[in-house]
């Protein structure tokens, strides 16, 4: 890893493989454990919900590299900082029909908190905007590099992968995190609408992608 006083090098974009298993379960769970949505689906009240998260991030995390799905993450200095999953649109997954899945989520992650995860996960689903859309189900940059442009080039490097796939018209999002909705929309994102979960909102956002940028990604 750098030194404090070591000049980071210019950020690189790089496809993740299993060697970056343990590094992108770091970074998501560092993402998703303060996250309003994570912290009422797996009961940040009750005790062991630290160990939910994590068991949740390494199970997602396990199963989009067992379908072979495209994950790219940001690397500085030779460490990965930055980390994304994307679904691709004909997946169209449904997490209950994931059997091994769904039994290492009750094993790890309890019964109670994998069946609120599934119905939220279906709630999302049935608001897809339409059949070919990706979806971001997983994004997170490492706490120490934040604020430094990160988040925007890895958001943007999986939008020209999106465009890349001729299947493929969309990309959709979801946070629980008002203060990310500015990042977003400067993005081109858009409402499609949010889901009450406990005492808040789950903004669900789209992205199209146009038959032009994907010209423009097979030109480049």
Not at 167 to 192: A, H
Request: include cysteine.
């Amino acid at each position: 890893m750098s030194g404090d006083n070591k000049k980071e090098s210019d950020p690189v974009i790089v496809r993740l493989d299993i060697s970056a298993l343990n590094e992108a379960r770091s970074i998501l769970y560092d993402a998703y454990r303060d996250e309003p949505t994570f912290q009422y689906l797996f009961n940040h009240r009750k005790p062991g919900y630290k160990q939910r998260v994590r068991a949740t991030v390494r199970e997602l995390v396990d199963l989009y590299f067992d379908l072979n799905q495209e994950s790219v993450g940001v690397m500085v200095n030779d460490t990965l900082v930055a980390v994304a999953f994307i679904g691709d649109p004909d997946l169209r997954l449904n997490l209950a029909n994931q059997f091994s899945w769904r039994i290492r989520m009750v094993l790890t992650a309890g019964f109670a908190s994998t069946r609120r995860y599934l119905h939220y996960h279906e709630r999302i689903r049935a608001m897809l905007p339409q059949p070919l859309a990706h979806q971001l189900p997983l994004m997170g940059v490492n706490p120490k590099y934040q604020n430094r442009g990160y988040g925007r080039l890895l958001l943007q490097a999986v939008q020209r992968l999106c465009a890349e796939n001729p299947r493929g018209t969309g990309l959709v999002l979801d946070t629980g995190n008002s203060r990310y909705l500015p990042f977003y929309e400067s993005e081109g994102f858009r409402s499609l609408g949010k889901l009450r979960v406990g005492g808040f909102e789950d903004h669900i956002l789209f992205r199209e992608i146009h038959p032009e940028a994907k010209v423009a990604a097979n030109q480049n």
